[in-house]
């Protein structure tokens, strides 16, 4: 299989009556992605090879949480064909919006609290596992959930060294010491808040896509807001007539930007890695 087609015998498995079409379209560097056309409506069809249908767990239950306040793509179904899972999506078509609204959107998702922060399951990564049991502090998800496996697996690539871990465990000690005197409450977070991560409809509404959800501090998504751009001002003027940024949020985005760059690091190679020195090299 690769994303320039799907057999026939394929695609009659899915549980969508009267196929018409199916032609591949951008779906990120994770999964292979279509879009179905049908004789009754249009969907997204997302595939990862030699996996089985809890592949998309995650990525169901993070689109169900954060439905309940926000936009985001109708799950229609999933399940494994051939040792491929599969997740059908309501498609959804391109339009223009402005980032005020999508602004706004975010906080409303970041409205939405928990008692704890994690999440109801795990999520396998390329390179990891993303261990979201639920935590009362913050401070012990974050370094120990977060950072630390984070860390571990950069040891295990070769992508790590003395430097970064002196530097590395002095940020740790600020974020921890910050976070054992500030109250934190739990957020629902989208996970991998970057540009590709939102879009518009046709009637210019914002919707929130492929999210890694957890409960969290809201910083550390509004941090990856400011790793590669796309944000404008006005989304963070949108995000604050609901939901006020802190004062002092600059000082706190490092350790968790760090976060973001690291993963970088891990999945794609050492060019991110004088970025994440430059944070290293601010402890």
């Known amino acids: 299989m690769n994303n320039q087609q799907l057999s026939t015998t394929w ?3 899915l549980p969508l009556n009267n196929i018409i079409s199916c032609e591949p379209v951008s779906g990120g560097d994770i999964n292979l992605a279509y879009q179905i056309k049908t004789t009754n409506a249009t969907y997204f069809l997302k595939v990862q090879p030699q996996h089985p249908a809890s592949y998309f767990d995650h990525e169901i239950l993070s689109l169900k949480e ?119 409450q739990p957020s629902l977070l989208h996970g991998d808040l970057w540009a590709g991560n939102f879009m518009f409809n046709q009637e210019h509404q914002p919707y929130l896509i492929d999210p890694d959800c957890i409960y969290g501090d809201r910083e550390f998504d509004l941090a990856m807001t400011t790793v590669f751009g796309g944000f404008d001002e006005q989304f963070y003027r949108g995000y604050n007539t609901i939901y006020p940024i802190k004062p002092g949020i600059n000082a706190r985005l490092p350790w968790y930007k760090f976060y973001y760059l690291c993963m970088h690091l891990i999945l794609f190679g050492e060019s991110y890695g004088p970025a994440m020195d430059q944070i290293l090299n601010n402890y």
């Not at 120990?144 to 697996?153: D, F, G, H, I």
Request: hydrophobic share 35%; net charge positive; with cysteine.
């Open 11 to 13: 695609l009659a498995q």
């Open 66 to 184: 954060i439905g309940q306040v926000a936009n985001v793509p109708t799950p229609i179904a999933h399940g494994e064909i051939n040792s491929d899972a599969y997740l059908i999506l309501k498609w959804i078509t391109k339009g223009y919006g402005d980032q005020y609204a999508l602004g706004q959107e975010v906080a409303k998702m970041h409205q939405l609290k928990n008692e704890k922060f994690g999440f109801m399951d795990n999520h396998q990564t390329k390179v990891l596992v993303k261990d979201n049991h639920w935590n009362p502090s913050w401070c012990n998800f974050y370094i120990n959930q977060r950072l630390k496996p984070e860390v571990s697996t950069a040891i295990k690539t070769g992508q790590w060294n003395k430097w970064r871990q002196t530097h590395f465990d002095r940020m740790v000690t600020k974020f921890n010491n910050y976070y054992s005197t500030t109250e934190v």
